[in-house]
């Protein structure tokens, strides 16, 4: 089995948290990264995505960003398609918002 670690880095955009996302986009990322969201395969970093003009999605391994080639050749070596993991983290992401927002609110 390959044992070849990626970081999923995901730049989340403020207006996802809704009212004032941005007095709550950085401690919300904060708070995932304590305990983030881990497979045999990688890691997920939350990142806030205040420039737009950086990707919302990107993928790493030792700090080093990987082409679209590399990504599939790896989540394939996996067995796990990238469209398919990208939804079950936005999933999970905006379940996290939910319960984050509600103890705002």
């Given at each position: 089995m390959p044992?070849?670690?990626?970081?999923?880095?995901?730049?989340?955009?403020?207006?996802?948290?809704?009212?004032?996302?941005?007095?709550?986009?950085?401690?919300?990322?904060?708070?995932?990264?304590?305990s983030p969201w881990n497979t045999?395969?990688?890691?997920?970093l939350v990142v806030p995505r205040f420039d737009k003009s950086l990707p919302e999605w990107e993928y790493?391994?030792?700090?080093k960003r990987l082409t679209e080639k590399q990504i599939e050749a790896v989540l394939s070596s996996f067995k796990v398609d990238q469209h398919t993991l990208e939804e079950e983290i936005e999933h999970m992401i905006a379940d996290a918002v939910g319960d984050y927002m509600k103890g705002k609110f």
């Amino acid at each position: 089995m390959p044992t070849t670690k990626l970081t999923i880095q995901l730049r989340l955009e403020p207006g996802c948290m809704v009212l004032d996302g941005k007095l709550h986009i950085e401690a919300f990322c904060a708070q995932q990264n304590q305990s983030p969201w881990n497979t045999p395969f990688a890691t997920l970093l939350v990142v806030p995505r205040f420039d737009k003009s950086l990707p919302e999605w990107e993928y790493l391994h030792k700090e080093k960003r990987l082409t679209e080639k590399q990504i599939e050749a790896v989540l394939s070596s996996f067995k796990v398609d990238q469209h398919t993991l990208e939804e079950e983290i936005e999933h999970m992401i905006a379940d996290a918002v939910g319960d984050y927002m509600k103890g705002k609110f």
